[in-house]
């Protein structure tokens, strides 16, 4: 059984689990599973139990077409990926953010991995069940629903096609998408793990509202 590794390091970024990926021979985007495991972190009630981390961990590896990893630094790296989410979501401070590329890729790269991410995120919703609980809140519902929105959208496609602007309006649309994804995280995080700050309204101190998906 693994034991929960916890990271003491510089935070991971995206390039880091796609080499991992690639390492593999497995080009399919972490973004995905990422929207998944911060799900699946925020709905599950042992989310720090190292037996859960055993299983999320052979769980990756299955994506990776392996029966464990190939070495211990990879399974090291594998479990910082998980640590790294339930801490942020955990944080006092709210500092969570998603594992999704940064301004060095494209704006339409960005908006298809955030796609993607959302798509992960929705899978593990709808294996939970999480919207049809009547104790969700409302300003959850709502947040979910955008999430549903972006991961069922033709946004990706649609920046794709246009080649919006990295440095114009495009680049604050894809700014706006990423915080209220990222909010919307950790209002579900809060609601199933009373005794955590709270947050009245997930778009409060925004300077501008979510854009509309259409």
Same mark, same amino acid.
């Given at each position: 059984?693994?034991?929960?590794?916890?990271?003491?390091?510089?935070?991971? #970024? /995206?390039?880091?689990?796609?080499?991992? /990926?690639? @390492?593999?021979?497995?080009?399919?985007?972490?973004? /995905?599973?990422?929207?998944?495991?911060?799900?699946?972190?925020?709905?599950?009630?042992?989310? #720090? !139990?190292?037996?859960?981390?055993?299983?999320?961990?052979?769980?990756?590896?299955?994506?990776?077409?392996?029966?464990?990893?190939?070495? =211990?630094?990879?399974? *090291?790296?594998?479990?910082?990926? =998980?640590?790294?989410?339930?801490?942020? +979501?955990?944080?006092?401070?709210?500092?969570?953010?998603?594992?999704? %590329?940064?301004? +060095?890729?494209?704006?339409? *790269?960005? $908006?298809?991995?955030?796609?993607?991410?959302?798509?992960?995120?929705?899978?593990?919703? #709808?294996?939970?069940?999480?919207?049809?609980?009547?104790? $969700?809140?409302?300003?959850?519902?709502?947040? +979910?629903? !955008?999430?549903?929105?972006?991961?069922? @959208? !033709?946004?990706? @496609? &649609?920046? *794709? &096609?246009?080649?919006?602007? #990295?440095?114009?309006?495009?680049?604050?649309?894809?700014?706006?998408?990423?915080?209220? $994804?990222?909010?919307?995280?950790?209002?579900?995080?809060?609601?199933?793990?009373?005794?955590?700050?709270? $947050? &009245?309204?997930?778009?409060?101190? @925004?300077?501008? %509202?979510?854009?509309?998906?259409?």
């Amino acid at each position: 059984m693994v034991t929960e590794f916890v990271p003491k390091e510089a935070p991971l #970024d /995206f390039f880091e689990i796609a080499d991992l /990926f690639l @390492s593999y021979g497995t080009f399919t985007s972490p973004a /995905f599973y990422d929207g998944r495991l911060v799900a699946s972190l925020a709905l599950s009630a042992n989310s #720090d !139990d190292a037996e859960a981390a055993e299983q999320w961990l052979m769980s990756i590896c299955e994506v990776l077409s392996v029966e464990s990893p190939r070495s =211990r630094e990879d399974a *090291e790296l594998l479990l910082r990926w =998980r640590a790294q989410d339930r801490e942020g +979501l955990a944080s006092d401070d709210m500092s969570f953010e998603p594992l999704l %590329p940064d301004s +060095l890729f494209s704006v339409a *790269e960005r $908006v298809r991995a955030l796609q993607e991410w959302t798509q992960g995120f929705v899978e593990a919703l #709808d294996d939970y069940g999480i919207e049809s609980d009547e104790l $969700v809140s409302a300003p959850l519902k709502e947040a +979910l629903q !955008d999430i549903r929105k972006i991961a069922e @959208s !033709d946004i990706a @496609s &649609e920046f *794709e &096609e246009i080649g919006f602007d #990295d440095q114009g309006e495009h680049e604050g649309d894809l700014l706006a998408l990423h915080e209220h $994804v990222r909010v919307a995280c950790i209002l579900l995080w809060l609601e199933h793990h009373p005794g955590r700050p709270t $947050v &009245e309204n997930p778009d409060e101190g @925004s300077s501008s %509202p979510a854009p509309t998906l259409h």
